[in-house]
């Protein structure tokens, strides 16, 4: 390894002779009589260290290491004052003004020689941790970058297995052909509007996630797999025994997603496609089911998706139904206001239906 460098300046010829004599033999030593000459010599090189007097003419030893710590190419270099000014004073100055040690002349060879190597392997060692922090910082932002990677590999597959299950619900329901993908984009309309009015008060409480609500809506027939075929095939009226067995969808969906719970270490989406799935069929009145819950008991998320899922039933072709206009299903739902559906979400409903209408699969 080669030695390593000291620029020693000084106005004074014997204690740069003296300077030099004490270091050269473990360091390769520059002596410069004064700033100007310090300034040119680091044009051509850079030394890992330098001691600087601070009585000179022209420019003392303060100015010097001013200049040295203004500019980006010096300002690492560590300075020691080595200058007859030995006052209190004049040694707290120095290393103010960012000098790592001040040194009085004059000096012993072996004292200089020891203080000037501790602050070389000080150096080194700010230079490693300097290095190993930039390495742990990019390694940092590597890994992130592969996390990022992942996170996206695992939402997409888990889009599409959910894509998947919710299209196994709606292949084996004939009836209910594009409603898991019109009931997600009712439900983003009508969360936005709440999110702009009032009611997003008791949204914002709970904390919800839109954008995870929205996709965990895909779920919220998921218990129909477990509806045998006759009755969800069933074109004709169903029968009121039919209509029980339809009705275990809701409690069928929760406890499919509970044992995705299980496995899965995804809590939050799960919890919201559980809570979508067990209450989409309460109403405000306390007459729906699984559980008659009423009001503010059924969670928000269940009153929002009760209106959208009905909104589709109602616009939607069924073997035994024809589709309800816009402004006839409209009213309809806007009717159930305070029995069937929450009453501030009607509010809201009737104010941004025009955009259902918009919406077609
Ligand atoms: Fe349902």
Do not use: C
Not at 295 to 323: F, H
Request: glycine share 6%; no cysteine; net charge negative.
């Amino acid at each position: 390894m080669a030695a390593e460098t000291i620029i020693l300046v000084d106005d004074n010829i014997a204690t740069l002779k003296a300077g030099k004599a004490a270091l050269q033999e473990k360091y390769s030593v520059i002596t410069v009589p004064g700033a100007e000459k310090l300034f040119e010599a680091l044009k051509q090189t850079t030394p890992q260290l330098i001691l600087l007097d601070v009585d000179m003419p022209d420019t003392d030893g303060y100015e010097t290491i001013r200049r040295l710590k203004s500019s980006v190419k010096t300002e690492q270099i560590p300075v020691i004052f080595l200058t007859g000014k030995s006052d209190p004073a004049s040694e707290l100055e120095g290393l103010r003004l960012g000098a790592v040690d001040y040194i009085a002349k004059p000096f012993l060879p072996e004292l200089l020689n020891k203080r000037v190597e501790i602050h070389l392997t000080l150096e080194f060692q700010r230079r490693q941790i300097l290095e190993q922090n930039k390495k742990m910082r990019s390694f940092n932002a590597t890994l992130q970058e592969k996390v990022e990677e992942k996170t996206k590999d695992i939402r997409s597959l888990q889009t599409a297995i959910l894509q998947t299950m919710a299209d196994l619900v709606e292949r084996r329901d004939v009836d209910t052909g594009g409603h898991i993908v019109r009931t997600q984009r009712y439900l983003r309309i009508l969360l936005s509007a709440i999110v702009a009015e009032a009611s997003y008060v008791e949204f914002a409480d709970m904390g919800w996630d839109i954008d995870l609500l929205v996709r965990s809506s895909q779920l919220h027939d998921v218990g129909k797999i477990a509806v045998s075929d006759l009755v969800l095939k069933k074109t004709g009226k169903l029968t009121d025994e039919e209509f029980t067995e339809m009705r275990k969808h809701s409690l069928q969906g929760k406890e499919i997603i509970e044992h995705m719970m299980e496995i899965s270490t995804d809590k939050d989406f799960l919890n919201y496609a559980k809570i979508l799935a067990e209450t989409h069929h309460e109403k405000w009145n306390g007459s729906g089911y699984p559980y008659g819950l009423k009001g503010k008991d059924i969670p928000l998320p269940g009153r929002l998706l009760a209106i959208v899922d009905v909104y589709d039933a109602l616009v939607s072709e069924r073997p035994y139904k024809k589709p309800f206009t816009h402004e006839e299903a409209v009213k309809i739902i806007v009717d159930g206001k305070g029995t069937h559906f929450d009453p501030d979400l009607i509010d809201v409903f009737e104010r941004i239906s025009g955009e259902f209408a918009a919406v077609s699969v």
